[in-house]
């Protein structure tokens, strides 16, 4: 497949829409306060309580199990000592993002999809820790995020991506070919053409661009392969009713376990069969912990 060609497609489809979700103003100058190294927490909690929406999301999120704080949070400027600030700042637009797209009409079932991106966000911060990654809450929030585009597909193209849904039910085929052959491209550069209008980090565009060719990623080669392989765990583990589906390993799997190899030789599993079989002793707790993730990150 044709990178280029499925940027181009996937650019021409974004050009005809007209309603794409945006982030709220009071919430795209917090980011970028964020991002300037001179801001002081003081002057972020500042604006940040200008917005009490905003405010109270931060809140919430930073007391949820996702950060499982040992006292609970109560104040805005705690919450970014406690997480710093690209942690909130990574944490509000996945938050935005998902509320954004949560009311959007779809021909799948949302509550599905989002329980996969959060099982993958679980499984991919469960193997950043096995493997001593550095930053754990990205592997995380981006593993939410990785089939952003998903839902832009769903949306905007909602009868021809619905047709393309029942046409793979019950078949081994995956989704993501099945977008190429109906769309001439994928979720991947649509995910990247959203991920990119939402000033997404770099390094979030890539994985969301690359999680199905993990070879081709260059931001954070490791961060895509794990979150690939989270990806793959989920699908083979549960029953999403085609808006995602894939059972047995494909070339997207085989990259991302030899870049996962080759990045972690030390890690102990022999096969790529092994290693994901090491993550069932868990996947009970992280299923359990999913649903109470997606209610804090969906209310
Ligand atoms: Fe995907
Ligand atoms: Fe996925």
Excluded at 117 to 128: E, L, T
Excluded at 138 to 166: P, S, T
Excluded at 237 to 258: D, F, L, R
Excluded at 264 to 270: I, K, T
Aim: charged share 20%; hydrophobic share 40%; aromatic share 10%.
């Amino acid at each position: 497949m044709e990178k280029v060609t499925m940027m181009i497609k996937a650019r021409r489809l974004f050009k005809d829409t007209g309603d794409l979700p945006t982030l709220p103003a009071i919430v795209s100058k917090v980011v970028a306060m964020l991002d300037d190294q001179e801001a002081s927490p003081d002057d972020i909690a500042d604006l940040m309580l200008s917005d009490q929406v905003l405010a109270a999301r931060v809140i919430r999120v930073v007391n949820s199990p996702l950060y499982r704080a040992s006292n609970s949070i109560m104040s805005v400027k705690r919450a970014l000592i406690f997480l710093g600030f690209k942690s909130v700042r990574e944490m509000i637009l996945t938050s935005y993002f998902v509320d954004g797209f949560k009311r959007k009409e779809q021909p799948f079932d949302m509550k599905i999809f989002w329980i996969h991106s959060f099982s993958v966000g679980a499984i991919s911060r469960r193997i950043a820790r096995q493997v001593n990654y550095p930053d754990t809450e990205k592997a995380y929030l981006v593993g939410i995020l990785h089939d952003i585009g998903k839902v832009f597909l769903g949306h905007y193209c909602k009868d021809e991506y619905g047709r393309m849904l029942a046409s793979i039910k019950n078949t081994s085929n995956t989704t993501y070919e099945s977008e190429y052959e109906h769309f001439g491209t994928t979720h991947c550069e649509v995910g990247l053409c959203l991920a990119q209008r939402w000033n997404f980090p770099p390094v979030y565009c890539d994985v969301i661009s690359y999680h199905h060719s993990s070879d081709m990623a260059t931001e954070d080669p490791l961060l895509t392969a794990m979150v690939a392989l989270a990806d793959f765990y989920c699908l083979s583990h549960v029953n999403s009713n085609s808006v995602a589906q894939a059972s047995i390993p494909g070339s997207s799997e085989e990259s991302a376990w030899k870049i996962f190899t080759q990045l972690v030789p030390d890690q102990n599993a022999s096969s790529l069969e092994h290693f994901l079989s090491d993550l069932d002793e868990e996947y009970e707790a992280i299923s359990q912990e999913v649903d109470v993730l997606f209610n804090t990150m969906t209310t």
